[in-house]
């Protein structure tokens, strides 16, 4: 193992779904039953990360029902609405940043716009924007069509989006409002700007009426696997979550993503990629399997069947196929390509059954699980983290609250002996916090370009 350098040290989201990440999370005897929708716990799991030092509380999203079938597990059918429930946890906190997830399929850039810079103002400087493109055709039935875009046409859409919502958090410059009562000037007309945006997907005139944003931008997070993903990531994104099984093909992402954001013209160092990671850990091993074990024992086998089916872009057709025999063929889906390709992947590496697959990726839909002492976790941590695999990691507690307990109580203080994981947070903000760069305002940098020449 390469021993990473004492300066670097590992990054770490928590993706906490009030039901918990495994399918039959919510029916463990020690979680809420109601915890998708119960503030209260929202509350707590926030505390309790921000103990844990993380930089994040992450939150996907979903545009539907689905009734179990895009992700398995009656605890998925409804919940918050993230950045509302965001809005809601950060006067709560000092220092977590909350990572929201919101579509560019179905938004518009206006209002998204306005609804992230309102959280970063909300939470002085700790918000982040999971792009996502919103697949599938169930989704695409709440707005009003019959079918999904294809997934080229959603990239393209994405990239145009991203760009425009950045330019509308710039459209007031920093220094923008002078606020003086005695002269009546609220503010300098010559720093708030237009930004006149016309493309394929949209025609947006600006200025943005929400403020710039604390941190110029609030982070932007993607996860993306496909090649159209990963151009949107190396373009656009500046931490990026993977979902991976083996170190190899942790590598061969880390290394692919980097050097295109390098020839793109970006610094390398400001993209972080941090994988999916879903631990198990007790005092001892066998304690873990034995926690690993119970969960897996809860899994009604309809659910099973309709995680798979969902992580396939609704085309796998398992009815009338028995649960312990191979997993059968399934057309290409124009949605998650690559978490589709990834569930193929698994089946046939392992030789998997039905049952044994849904199983496996019960937990964290393909998303690499750990089962084992603090110790043991923490090695594999450390590997990808030395091995040019993570910057850090998107941690997903099986079950909650036990196992985001578990996972502050036991493996961040073997994280932080080895000097792997901070003792205290460096800022305030988010970006501070992740090591990114403040992004600079363009109507400012020109100006200023300007005064410098004169």
């Not at 918990?20 to 503030?39: E, S, V």
């Not at 599938?136 to 997934?151: L, S, Y």
């Not at 300098?188 to 931008?217: A, C, E, M």
């Amino acid at each position: 193992m390469t021993r990473p350098s004492k300066s670097r040290q590992i990054k770490l989201g928590a993706f906490l779904p009030g039901g918990g990440q495994h399918i039959a999370a919510w029916r463990h005897p020690d979680a809420p039953a109601d915890g998708a929708t119960n503030f209260e716990f929202h509350r707590q799991l926030a505390l309790t990360a921000e103990r844990g030092l993380f930089d994040a509380y992450f939150l996907a999203d979903n545009l539907t029902v689905g009734l179990g079938a895009r992700e398995g597990g009656n605890a998925k059918i409804a919940g918050f609405e993230p950045v509302t429930l965001f809005a809601a946890l950060a006067p709560l906190t000092t220092h977590l940043g909350f990572i929201a997830t919101a579509s560019t399929t179905y938004e518009e850039p206006y209002t998204l716009a306005r609804k992230f810079a309102s959280l970063d103002l909300l939470s002085n400087g700790r918000a982040g924007w999971n792009v996502v493109t919103s697949a599938g055709d169930e989704t695409a039935r709440n707005f009003n069509r019959e079918t999904q875009p294809a997934h080229a046409e959603r990239y393209a859409r994405a990239h145009e989006h991203v760009e425009t919502v950045k330019a509308l958090w710039d459209s007031w410059e920093d220094d923008a409002f002078i606020r003086d009562k005695k002269s009546g000037r609220f503010y300098d007309k010559d720093k708030l700007h237009d930004i006149d945006h016309k493309g394929r997907h949209f025609s947006v005139k600006g200025p943005l009426n929400v403020p710039r944003p604390v941190q110029g931008h609030p982070v932007v997070v993607q996860a993306g696997q496909s090649e159209d993903g990963r151009k949107l990531a190396a373009q656009s994104a500046e931490v990026i979550f993977t979902a991976h099984q083996n170190l190899a093909s942790a590598q061969e992402f880390y290394r692919d993503i980097k050097a295109r954001v390098a020839a793109v013209g970006r610094d390398p160092g400001q993209v972080l990629i941090m994988p999916g990671v879903a631990p198990f850990v007790a005092r001892t091993e066998e304690e873990a399997h034995a926690k690993y074990q119970q969960l897996n024992e809860l899994i009604l086998p309809e659910d099973g069947v309709a995680l798979l089916n969902g992580l396939a872009g609704q085309t796998l057709d398992i009815s009338g196929y028995p649960l312990d025999g191979p997993l059968p063929p399934s057309k290409e889906t124009e949605g998650m390509k690559s978490r589709q390709a990834l569930i193929r992947q698994i089946a046939d590496e392992h030789n998997f059954t039905i049952r044994q697959l849904y199983q496996w990726v019960a937990t964290a839909r393909g998303h690499y699980t750990i089962i084992g002492s603090a110790a043991q976790v923490a090695d594999q941590l450390e590997e990808w983290f030395g091995n040019q695999a993570a910057d850090g990691f998107n941690i997903l507690p099986p079950w909650l609250p036990g196992a985001l307990d578990d996972f502050v109580d036991l493996v961040i203080p073997e994280l932080q002996r080895r000097g792997l994981f901070r003792t205290a947070y460096e800022g305030r903000t988010l970006r501070e916090n992740l090591g990114l760069r403040r992004p600079e305002n363009p109507w400012t940098a020109a100006r200023s370009k300007v005064l410098a020449a004169e």
